[in-house]
């Protein structure tokens, strides 16, 4: 099993560029997680889906942020613009038991905005 | 909500046995606990999920009372390497979210 596979690992980016995260999850799971972590605030979650269908996206920071999932195999997080304070180590996470909490988590992906 | 509280951080020598306490006063009748570790520049890992008494697996052990109000994971005989950040987690409404997280610093 290949686990959650996130790209880029690291990227670097000027302030008002748009930026795009993606997200494998685990076949067979029906349930994905971004989530941003930074030493001020911790793990916050973005949004949560459920068979492909956004549920919950009221961590979504602003109207810059946005996530898709097309299909059960592929999600994305967008960033246009992006500022410096969106720098953090942005994860993805998928789950086959939805909200009763046994989360699989990828390597994430460091974002740095200059 | 079920709002989680875990010591900030919490030392250990190798070969002990550690004993990491999380509060959650709120938890609703259907939650599960669940805990993750967190090494450097890696994503949390799963650990353990319980709902009530007591969960065993080869990694750890997860004691829960009956009132469900806390919830305590146990790691037998540690070794360096479990230094990390533990997390417990518990469903708060429709989301997931993780507290603080607990820093468990291991030394020889």
């Known amino acids: 099993d290949a686990g959650v596979i996130q790209s880029p690992r690291h990227e670097v980016t000027e302030m008002g560029q748009e930026v795009t995260l993606r997200c494998k999850p685990i076949?067979?799971?029906?349930?994905l997680f971004w989530y941003r972590q930074t030493m001020m605030r911790g793990l916050e979650l973005l949004i949560y889906?459920?068979?492909?269908?956004?549920?919950?996206d009221s961590g979504m920071p602003e109207d810059r942020f946005s996530a898709k999932m097309p299909n059960a195999s592929f999600s994305t997080l967008k960033i246009q613009p992006s500022e410096p304070r969106d720098s953090a180590v942005y994860f993805c996470?998928?789950?086959?038991?939805?909200?009763?909490?046994?989360?699989?988590f990828g390597e994430g992906s460091r974002l740095t905005v200059l | 909500l079920a709002k989680t509280t875990q010591p900030i951080s919490m030392d250990s020598y190798e070969g002990q046995e550690v004993n990491i306490t999380c509060s959650h006063n709120?938890?609703?009748?259907?939650?599960?606990i669940t805990w993750y570790q967190q090494f450097p520049s890696q994503g949390p890992r799963f650990i353990i999920q319980?709902?009530?008494t007591k969960v065993t697996n080869e990694v750890a052990s997860l004691f829960i009372p009956a009132d469900r109000k806390s919830s305590t994971l146990s790691l037998p005989r540690v070794s360096l390497s479990d230094t990390a950040v533990y997390y417990c987690?518990?469903?708060?409404?429709?989301?997931?979210?993780f507290g603080k997280g607990t820093m468990l610093l291991v030394s020889p």
């Open positions: 076949s067979g799971h029906n349930s």
């Open positions: 889906f459920n068979n492909n269908v956004p549920i919950d």
């Open positions: 987690l518990v469903v708060q409404g429709s989301t997931l979210t």
């Open positions: 996470a998928s789950s086959p038991t939805g909200l009763r909490g046994e989360l699989f």
């Open positions: 709120n938890i609703a009748t259907n939650d599960y």
């Open positions: 319980g709902y009530k």
